[in-house]
């Protein structure tokens, strides 16, 4: 499974690294690596057990290697275990020399011709606007949204339908998430007629060495500002999303060479 390749091309970012900081909001997770380095990981909400105390995993975490709560993402037994696992991830990723996401007319740099078929995992209203304009056919999936209702819920198609409609999109945009839930390696199958497949979002590990020969041919993700990390780790722990920290955002986008 990719989710395999994405932690073995990590350990060597994590070795001889420690949490030193952690919040779990209940949109996204935030991980803190040696006071320095923070990394995010959306929260995936649908299939989490009930009880007051089923998380108290995080209240072991800090001052723990780095290497072993990665490990989460492999053995967490639920979305929020292997989102923290993820988080510690993208926290480490700080360690490389990666390119920010340049400024282009097209969202990740994509050439979208007229009436491209695009299919979207995971529903980001920004990227669905650029599409619309440019006259992309854009079909949306978004289990969250499918399963709970909420804002877009009108725009987004039954999962049951991808078998079908994937095979014939010509881009594909699949949130990071999938990697935490383990539905990328079949959504891929479903996607080997794309000519470009980006892995997009907060969750995303910029480790493009584990995705080669996966059909993944572009990651975009984000760094964060550490210098705002009193303010960002508030906004986390009130519940805040995306949209309240785009300013301590920073965005990257690397290619995957085969």
């Not at 292997?82 to 991830?89: D, L």
């Not at 994509?110 to 980001?124: E, N, S, T």
């Not at 996607?191 to 060495?209: D, Y």
């Not at 993944?216 to 705002?228: H, I, K, Q, R």
Request: aromatic fraction near 4%; hydrophobic fraction near 45%; proline fraction near 5%.
């Amino acid at each position: 499974m990719l989710i395999e390749k994405v932690f073995q091309a990590a350990e060597p970012l994590l070795k001889d690294r420690v949490v030193s900081d952690a919040v779990l909001g209940l949109s996204l997770t935030a991980v803190e690596l040696d006071e320095r380095d923070i990394g995010l990981s959306y929260v995936l909400r649908e299939r989490l057990p009930s009880g007051c105390s089923i998380f108290g995993f995080a209240q072991h975490i800090i001052g723990q290697p780095a290497l072993d709560v990665a490990r989460l993402v492999l053995e967490g037994r639920d979305d929020a275990q292997r989102g923290v696992g993820m988080a510690v991830i993208t926290a480490a990723t700080r360690a490389l020399n990666l390119p920010d996401e340049p400024a282009t007319p097209t969202p990740f740099g994509l050439q979208v011709r007229a009436a491209d078929k695009v299919g979207m995992i995971g529903y980001i209203p920004p990227v669905v606007e650029q599409l619309t304009r440019l006259k992309a056919q854009v079909t949306i999936f978004d289990k969250g949204l499918t399963v709970s209702g909420g804002d877009g819920a009108a725009r987004v198609v039954a999962m049951s339908q991808q078998p079908e409609i994937l095979p014939s999109c010509d881009l594909m945009i699949i949130t990071g998430t999938t990697l935490i839930n383990g539905s990328l390696d079949h959504l891929l199958e479903l996607c080997q007629n794309a000519r470009e497949i980006v892995l997009v979002g907060s969750s995303t590990p910029m480790v493009a060495e584990a995705f080669r020969g996966s059909g993944v041919t572009a990651l975009a993700g984000s760094w964060w500002d550490a210098t705002l990390k009193a303010q960002l780790f508030k906004i986390l722990s009130l519940s805040g999303g995306i949209s309240h920290i785009k300013k301590m955002m920073i965005k990257k986008l690397v290619r995957v060479e085969d």
